[in-house]
T-cell receptor
Framework: EPEVTQTPSHQVTQMGQEVILRCVPI?????FYWYRQILGQKVEFLVS????????KSEIFDDQFSVERPDGSNFTLKIRSTKLEDSAMYFC???????????FGPGTRLTVT | AQTVTQSQPEMSVQEAETVTLSCTYD???????LFWYKQPPSRQMILVIR????KQQNATENRFSVNFQKAAKSFSLKISDSQLGDAAMYFC?????????????WGAGTKLIIKP
């Protein structure tokens, strides 16, 4: 069964450093999402991506964040200058069409020290 | 703003019994989707069940079923014949149609404990 994959599973970085979280969505899916979940808190929407551009972003997704689909398979989230409060689980998701169920990757645990 | 509320931070049930997890939501959208996701200790987010708001029939997936009350904006999840593997955090989420962007809006989650 096709699945969304994410790498790395755990990333530790120092405050101020740049990180890139990688995702490979399910191959025939067209809609891509990033969410984050700070430990013990609810899941928060960051950004959605369709047709090679951002379709929606939340207030959390400020200028420190960017997304890219550099080739036909990868979907990346870049945080330019990490802050302690960026420590969270970051989930990538994809869906075949708008409104369809979103399939989630296993997440990347980001720890900023 | 759209909101999803799960009023039960934690629920416990005896193995093989039935448990119902509550969820209410608030939306002004006419078309939307509702989901239940399961998050086991591995923290992977797994889709349990999906409901389209325009469908009156409640969705079912094996031991999992929902009670969708559109007028009351209620979307509860019933788990029958609970199994030890059902122990997890359960999140209710809505996907309102806003300019065709179906971002998920999440509840705070309910921790389900299965007693052997």
């Amino acid at each position: 069964e096709p699945e969304v994959t994410q790498t790395p599973s755990h990333q530790v970085t120092q405050m101020g450093q740049e990180v890139i979280l990688r995702c490979v969505p399910i191959s025939n899916h067209l809609y891509f999402y990033w969410y984050r979940q700070i430990l013990g808190q609810k899941v928060e929407f960051l950004v959605s991506f369709y047709n090679n551009e951002i379709s929606e972003k939340s207030e959390i997704f400020d200028d420190q964040f960017s997304v890219e689909r550099p080739d036909g398979s990868n979907f990346t989230l870049k945080i330019r200058s990490t802050k302690l409060e960026d420590s969270a689980m970051y989930f990538c998701a994809s869906s075949e069409e708008s409104g369809a169920e979103q399939y989630f990757g296993p997440g990347t645990r980001l720890t900023v020290t | 703003a759209q909101t999803v509320t799960q009023s039960q931070p934690e629920m416990s049930v005896q193995e093989a019994e039935t448990v119902t997890l509550s969820c209410t939501y608030d939306t002004s959208e006419s078309d939307y989707y509702l989901f239940w996701y399961k998050q086991p200790p591995s923290r992977q987010m797994i889709l349990v069940i999906r409901q389209e708001a325009y469908k009156q029939q409640n969705a079912t997936e094996n031991r999992f079923s929902v009670n969708f009350q559109k007028a009351a904006k209620s979307f509860s999840l019933k788990i029958s014949d609970s199994q030890l593997g059902d122990a997890a955090m359960y999140f209710c989420a809505s996907s309102p149609e806003m300019d065709s962007n179906y971002q998920l809006i999440w509840g705070a989650g309910t921790k389900l404990i299965i007693k052997p």
